[in-house]
């Protein structure tokens, strides 16, 4: 999953900067936009042919466009002057669009966005001869549905204090006043922070502040590179003012030590996996996989259960299972789970949570290096991976060799489903049914799902 501000992946070192604050810019004149490109950018032609990728226009939109940036192949650019609106323009929800590197489409309206994630999906797949079958559409509200954010924190030369996003394309940080995707229990946090964080005694030693928004608490995790223990107090004093969990993730390189220093050191945020059933609360810790959008999880956990059939004693594997977001509700509904982590924290914490949800009966979690699959999946009815960005290749590999009569597969990158999908199909599968989530409104990110059958032989 990709967090908020979270950089473009880098140009080709061959790109010719055009453009820096005050110099010129080369003017390619009136276009008309053809399309959207897969991140979000308007899609148009120069007279000579030229691709131009242009930011924050849209399909059938006739501008003006200053080009930024040549490359040998294509150049990008952005809108000087709109000189015909498309009729799904809209004015972005948040004052700092176009200078943050978390939204992408805010100038888009919701039904539109939502096209555009469908059609991305279907490309990708088109790519490898697939064709999409009529998606279902996961969508709830359009702002407001952030669970989870990072801040970064950063002091400048001038000793100024900086706490926000990553500018679009660089790696300097923005002091952000909102931020209106935000759980709203989050945003509100902003400016008590940026306040608390102007009185801290160093506050060189604090790298980044993470916020998650349980259905119950409100929980944020400081990393600090160093005790500061007057900073410590501080922050101590601010998590009960404001009633929320506080967690520390303290000291450099990469194993900082996890502390809890608020009132409440026994409790962590958890959610409900799925709407229907009280007793599914998986509670989440520092570091642990959350999917941002609680609404559309819900959706997204009710479709996996709705097209699994379990039946009773039904033999799943859950792959890259995290907490137990699916293996819970799975195991609830009468299913024999086996679910595989990679994280041995991840899976104890999948072992709590089964107990507490009164079905560690119907769960066995088991540590994996999930790069290959893990021996026994052909034994299994169905098998649901939900892996990360980098896709389960070697997953989809040995299930195309040796697989399960159903495969369910949860993706948050098209590109490497639409790969992985083409192996399961290769060796036998058919792709029968698929849903868009809208996992991440205002930004050109997606989530799917499809459901793959073995054809008989």
Not at 57 to 77: C, F, K, M, N, S
Not at 370 to 394: F, K, N
């Amino acid at each position: 999953m990709a967090m908020l501000g979270q950089r473009r992946q880098q140009r080709p070192a061959t790109r010719k900067r055009l453009e820096s604050p005050g110099a010129r810019r080369d003017d390619e004149g009136s276009v008309v936009i053809e399309r959207l490109a897969h991140d979000g950018r308007g899609v148009a032609h120069n007279p000579e042919g030229k691709t131009l990728f242009i930011d924050q226009a849209l399909p059938g939109e006739d501008i003006e466009v200053a080009v930024h940036t040549q490359h040998g192949r294509y150049d990008e650019g952005h809108v000087r002057r709109i000189l015909k609106a498309s009729d799904e323009r809209v004015t972005p929800g948040c004052a700092h669009f176009g200078r943050c590197g978390g939204c992408d489409l805010q100038h888009q309206a919701t039904d539109g966005q939502r096209r555009h994630k469908q059609q991305v999906l279907r490309e990708h797949l088109a790519r490898h001869d697939i064709a999409l079958p009529e998606p279902l559409t996961l969508a709830g509200q359009a702002w407001g549905y952030r669970r989870r954010a990072r801040l970064g924190v950063r002091v400048g030369s001038d000793d100024r204090i900086h706490m926000g996003y990553r500018v679009r394309g660089q790696d300097r940080l923005f002091n952000i006043e909102q931020c209106p995707i935000l759980d709203p229990r989050l945003e509100a946090l902003i400016e008590p922070l940026r306040a608390l964080i102007e009185t801290l005694e160093v506050p060189r030693r604090l790298g980044h502040i993470e916020l998650v928004a349980g259905d119950d608490h409100v929980m944020i995790t400081l990393r600090q590179l160093r005790r500061v223990p007057g900073d410590l107090a501080r922050w101590q004093a601010f998590a009960r003012t404001h009633e929320i969990l506080l967690s520390v993730l303290c000291g450099e390189g990469d194993t900082p030590v996890l502390e809890r220093l608020d009132y409440h050191p026994d409790t962590w945020p958890h959610y409900r996996a799925h709407p229907g059933n009280e007793a599914l609360n998986i509670h989440v810790r520092s570091g642990d996989f959350l999917q941002a959008n609680a609404e559309v999880n819900h959706q997204l956990v009710a479709q996996v259960l709705a097209w699994a059939e379990v039946s009773e004693a039904m033999p799943v594997v859950d792959l890259f299972a995290g907490v137990g977001n699916f293996s819970l509700t799975l195991a609830a509904a009468g299913a024999r789970v086996i679910a595989y982590e990679g994280r041995e924290s991840m899976v104890q914490r999948l072992r709590d949570n089964a107990e507490a949800a009164g079905v560690s009966d119907h769960v066995e979690a088991r540590r994996a290096d999930l790069a290959s699959a893990p021996a026994g999946l052909e034994d299994a009815a169905l098998v649901v991976l939900d892996p990360p960005r980098a896709g389960a290749q070697g997953i989809c590999q040995s299930l195309a060799v040796k697989g399960p009569s159903r495969v369910l597969y949860v993706s948050c990158e098209p590109a490497t489903l639409a790969r992985d999908v083409h192996l399961l199909i290769s060796g036998g599968y058919r792709l029968v049914r698929a849903a868009v989530a809208d996992m991440f409104p205002q930004t050109a990110h997606l989530e799917s799902l499809v459901l793959l059958e073995r054809q008989p032989t």
